[in-house]
Structure formats: structure tokens, C-alpha cells
């Protein structure tokens, strides 16, 4: 009977492990606990991954409810919105344009300084604090603004809301929650590259960190935790998942989502990404 103590990436063995050979003949990570133990498949056949627990989902759990920061948009910004959108003259072009769009940037930046200052005490913030971008997709690594603006006409044209919004927080929430249960973690804030994280599973296991496909809750996509699969698609438990209420800010919550996702992975330190590794350490 193969045996673990317990704890993932320090199994003890005896003589054989679940593939039929001899402990002494495969790398330590071929073989995990088994007896006592719900272990699943990878895609890789070769490699047991343990499941049987999940400690960052009561993390996450803890922290349902959490909202992101809003602020309440100003006149100017709300004026300056219309114009745009209607595309007046005084908006769109000649020196009458180009001074309201330094009355406006002038006017955002100091709402960005004030907005940034309470934006800090956000629980989001937190969770940002644990993320950099994936030099992968953006060159370098670097820390992301709680909130932030672009050039104010390309705010101005987002019909759909005037406020201030944080920066997409769903990977950064993922990350937290495995960082305070001292589980393996990835340290990016792009969902699509969690794709590159732990080990991915052939099947869907509660807890497994699941990534959707853009166009789902982002440009790069959604990740979060899964509850449950459903016929349709997952219900997943993560951050930046939209508003408990209509016309509230994104929070932490349990959200169904009738979509296939894009894979699912298993905190592990080995396969792909080496905690020692790690950007963030």
C-alpha cells in the first residue's frame, strides 16, 4: 500500500506507488499519497495530483461580500462625457476642445490622487498588493494602480458608466486567497496566464483554480475558483464577478457562468511554475 504523511510534495513511500513501480525508480513528485487521500489525473497520465484538500477556499469564502472601490463622477466629468458622446465642437475639436480636455485632465488627476488615497484602505487593494503583470505579455513586471484613467475622451466614450472603476481584480483575489493559505501561487494579474500555473487537471475538482475565455469577465478572461460544475458550464467563487445588486460595485462572490472554460489547475509547486520562482517571493 502506498502511504503520505499528509502533506503535498513530502509523501513518504513504501514500495510501490499508484503507477505499479518502485518508489526508487521515479522522481518524488511521480509519486504522492494515495491511502487516505482523493488524488486526481492531470492531463498527464504520469503525474497523481492530491485534491483532497482546498484550505484557500474557506480563504475565499471569508471573503464574500468584499466590494471594489466606486467613487461618484463630478459635473465636469459628466458634462464632459455628454459632449463627447454627442460629439459637440466643444469636445471634439479646435482650441476650445483641446482647453476642456486640460480642464478635465487636470480635474481627473486630482480625483485620481483623492480617489487613489481612500481607494487604499479597499479591501481590493490587498489583493492587488500580491500581483504584477506577466512580463510575458507586457515585457516587464510591474505593480498595478488600485484605479487609474485613460485620455478622457476614450473615458468619455464608455457609455455605460462615468465612475471610476479599480483595475480588473479577479487574478489578484485568486492569488491572495492562495498566498494567505499558504498554498502554492502565481503572483500575475492577467487571468490568461494561470493557464501556465500548477498542474492542469483532465477533469474538474471543487476548489481548482478554473480560467475562462475572454470576452467573460475580461480582455484576458476570468479566473476563480470552482464550486461546482453544472451541465451548462461552473459556478465559481472569485472576486470581480459583478455586483450582488444591480448598480452595485464588482464584489467576492458565487456566480454561475454558462460557458466551458479554458482549463483547470491545481496549486502544485512543481510542473510549471517553481514557488522558489516565483515573481512576487
Not at 486526481?40 to 471569508?62: G, K, L, N
Request: aromatic share 8%; hydrophobic share 40%; charged share 20%.
Amino acid at each position: 500500500m502506498f502511504r503520505g504523511r499528509g502533506r503535498l510534495g513530502a509523501p513518504a513511500f513504501t514500495n510501490k506507488c499508484p503507477l505499479g513501480q518502485t518508489a526508487s525508480r521515479l522522481e518524488p513528485w511521480k509519486c504522492l499519497a494515495m491511502a487516505e487521500r482523493k488524488l486526481s489525473p492531470s492531463t498527464d497520465a504520469s503525474i497523481w495530483v492530491d485534491t483532497s484538500r482546498a484550505p484557500w477556499m474557506e480563504v475565499a469564502r471569508r471573503q464574500i461580500g468584499t466590494k471594489e472601490f466606486r467613487t461618484s463622477p463630478s459635473f465636469l466629468r459628466l458634462f464632459y462625457m455628454a459632449a463627447v458622446q454627442l460629439d459637440l465642437p466643444l469636445a471634439s475639436k479646435g482650441k476650445d476642445a483641446d482647453l476642456l480636455k486640460g480642464v478635465v485632465t487636470s480635474q481627473l488627476d486630482r480625483e485620481k490622487a483623492a480617489a487613489t488615497t481612500a481607494a487604499s484602505a479597499n479591501a481590493v487593494s490587498k489583493y492587488l498588493a500580491t500581483v504584477k503583470t506577466d512580463p510575458a505579455r507586457t515585457g516587464k513586471a510591474y505593480t498595478l494602480p488600485v484605479i487609474g484613467h485613460e485620455d478622457p475622451r476614450e473615458l468619455a466614450k464608455k457609455r455605460e458608466t462615468a465612475e471610476w472603476e479599480s483595475t480588473p481584480w479577479c487574478a489578484a483575489f485568486v492569488n491572495w486567497c492562495l498566498l494567505e493559505a499558504g498554498s502554492p501561487y502565481l503572483g500575475y494579474a492577467t487571468a490568461a496566464s494561470w493557464l501556465r500555473f500548477g498542474t492542469p487537471l483532465a477533469s474538474p475538482v471543487p476548489g481548482c483554480v478554473t480560467i475562462m475565455p475572454p470576452g467573460s469577465g475580461g480582455i484576458s478572461g476570468h479566473v476563480a475558483f470552482l464550486v461546482k460544475k453544472t451541465a451548462k458550464g461552473v459556478v465559481l467563487l472569485g472576486g470581480n464577478q459583478g455586483p450582488g445588486k444591480k448598480g452595485e460595485p464588482d464584489e467576492v462572490n458565487e456566480k454561475r457562468f454558462n460557458i466551458e472554460p479554458e482549463g483547470y489547475r491545481w496549486p502544485t509547486s512543481f510542473n510549471h511554475v517553481l514557488t522558489s520562482s516565483n515573481p512576487m517571493a
